[in-house]
């Protein structure tokens, strides 16, 4: 049973631009969400994807945006960066289900907006 | 709303005495608790949940959580903790659609 990877690991971008975030789910799990983790922070929910579509999202802008793809990997697309998008993003992926389903995590990308 | 509050900022424990991580919580509906751990550079492992039952849930490395709906609180415990139990500690509860709400976490600190 393969866990949950990302790519990169690190990453430094420059404000304005854009970057593109990427995760495989764990074997056999159909739903993968992204969090994201500022420093000294608890992960904050951005988004959910279920069925390659958007099943929820957090309190965050439109230009955070997200695919599943149809083997439950997953992007997370930032565009205009700002610095206080520097965080480290992690995604999750789990069964689809309700509130009691434990979510599976990566390691994360650590992203650094200069 | 759901919220999670973990009051402390860091648990200083020696090793071998008993190690508590405190939580409380505020959920409307039955509650979902979870615990995770997070070590440096590394994503978040998962260490129990609570979903109903027995209010003393015991999850992974010995770890245990006792659950206790008139104080909304979900405290973590270990009996005897280790030098290795030294990471970052997150209280979470579950809500929609396998979503999680955190609480800022608890650095605990095992003293050799």
């Known amino acids: 049973e393969t866990g949950v990877t990302q790519s990169p690991t690190h990453l430094i971008k420059t404000r304005g631009q854009q970057v593109t975030l990427r995760c495989s789910s764990q074997s056999g799990h159909n739903t993968v969400s992204w969090y994201q983790q500022a420093l000294g922070q608890g992960p904050q929910f951005i988004f959910q994807?279920?069925?390659?579509?958007?099943?929820g999202r957090g309190n965050f802008p439109p230009r955070f945006s997200g695919l599943q793809f149809p083997n439950y990997s997953s992007e997370l697309n930032v565009n205009a960066l700002e610095l206080d998008d520097s965080a480290l993003y992690l995604c999750?992926?789990?069964?689809?289900?309700?509130?009691?389903?434990?979510?599976?995590f990566g390691n994360g990308t650590r992203l650094t907006v200069t | 709303a759901q919220s999670v509050a973990q009051p402390e900022d860091q648990v200083n424990v020696a090793e071998g005495n008993p190690l508590t991580v405190k939580c409380t919580y505020s959920v409307s509906g039955n509650p979902y608790l979870f615990w995770y751990v997070q070590y440096p550079n590394r994503g978040l492992q998962f260490l129990l949940k609570y979903i109903t039952g027995d209010n003393l849930v015991k999850g992974s490395y010995g770890f245990e959580a006792e659950f206790n709906k008139s104080q909304t609180s979900f405290h973590l415990k270990k009996p005897s903790a280790l030098v290795s139990d030294s990471a970052l500690y997150f209280c979470?509860?579950?809500?929609?659609?396998?979503?999680?709400?955190f609480g800022k976490g608890n650095q605990v600190v095992v003293i050799p």
């Open positions: 979470a509860v579950g809500y929609g659609n396998n979503r999680l709400a």
């Open positions: 994807y279920y069925r390659e579509e958007e099943n």
């Open positions: 999750a992926s789990s069964l689809v289900g309700g509130a009691g389903s434990p979510l599976h």
